[in-house]
């Protein structure tokens, strides 16, 4: 039997230690390790900052960064699990300072009683409702239902009456705020998207362009034929005036 020669231990990524930050590589995390067991510290010093560097050029994205090189220094401690003793130029992180999450954000849990005008609407209101001076407050009335209606188009894309806005508006302001009944709104009309009808008749232009080469092409094509058509035909012509005059 022949004897098989294996290695005693395999070199499984399974069997190594694991990676800190993986954008940089497991060759820098081992000189990282390489430096952290150098005995003076003039020596760390050297080496990583040139470990600094390297990390810079794996990672140009950074160089995009505010304070790249302070993100970098804090990397190489966080890769060295804070045991790396050097003179960083920047203060040393924390690993509470890492680890610490972000609050939740908070999403807004406010009910809009006419969710096709949005809340901005409401805030308008409540707005318009503090104005103390009779003809500003109407200007201001009349925009907030000339913008109610905008918005009721573009979100329904269909027409509106006056008298709808603005019993809307009524309902909205608790019955505070109304315009007079002879008051005629701005006139909005939904318009559909004009990119489409664009293609539409930009395809049919490109049909239209289509048909007529292809006519063209067809009549060229005919009128070349009847020439070739008539060159044979006079030479047939021409063989039998000639056979006809030659004498054997």
């Known amino acids: 039997?022949?004897?098989?020669?294996?290695?005693?231990?395999?070199?499984?990524?399974?069997?190594?230690?694991?990676?800190?930050?993986?954008?940089?590589?497991?060759?820098?995390?081992?000189?990282?390790?390489?430096?952290?067991?150098?005995?003076?510290?003039?020596?760390?010093?050297?080496?990583?900052?040139?470990?600094?560097?390297?990390?810079?050029?794996?990672?140009?994205?950074?160089?995009?960064?505010?304070?790249?090189?302070?993100?970098?220094?804090?990397?190489?401690?966080?890769?060295?699990?804070?045991?790396?003793?050097?003179?960083?130029?920047?203060?040393k992180p924390s690993p509470e300072a890492i680890h610490i999450k972000p609050q939740p954000l908070r999403y807004p849990n406010q009910r809009i009683k006419y969710k096709h005008y949005g809340k901005t609407i409401e805030l308008m209101i409540e707005k318009a409702k503090a104005i103390e001076d009779p003809d500003r407050?109407?200007?201001?009335?009349?925009?907030?239902?000339?913008?109610?209606?905008?918005?009721?188009?573009?979100?329904?894309?269909?027409?509106?009456?006056?008298?709808?806005?603005?019993?809307?508006?009524?309902?909205?302001?608790?019955?505070?705020?109304k315009l007079e009944e002879n008051v005629n709104l701005n006139r909005v009309e939904f318009r559909p998207n004009n990119f489409s009808n664009q293609n539409n008749n930009n395809n049919n232009n490109n049909r239209g362009r289509s048909n007529n080469n292809q006519n063209n092409r067809g009549g060229g094509g005919g009128g070349r034929t009847n020439n070739n058509n008539q060159r044979n035909n006079n030479q047939n012509n021409r063989n039998r005036n000639s056979g006809g005059s030659k004498k054997y």
Do not use: C
């Open 1 to 91: 039997m022949a004897q098989q020669n294996t290695p005693a231990n395999f070199d499984y990524n399974s069997t190594r230690n694991k990676l800190i930050l993986s954008e940089y590589g497991r060759n820098v995390q081992n000189m990282v390790k390489y430096i952290v067991a150098l005995p003076t510290k003039e020596e760390r010093n050297r080496y990583a900052q040139v470990v600094i560097d390297l990390m810079g050029f794996l990672n140009p994205h950074l160089r995009d960064v505010a304070d790249f090189k302070h993100k970098l220094w804090d990397h190489l401690h966080i890769i060295s699990d804070y045991q790396i003793d050097v003179d960083s130029p920047y203060p």
């Open 137 to 177: 407050k109407r200007h201001m009335v009349q925009a907030i239902a000339n913008f109610m209606k905008m918005a009721y188009v573009q979100w329904n894309k269909d027409s509106v009456s006056d008298e709808s806005i603005l019993a809307d508006l009524f309902a909205l302001s608790g019955g505070t705020l």
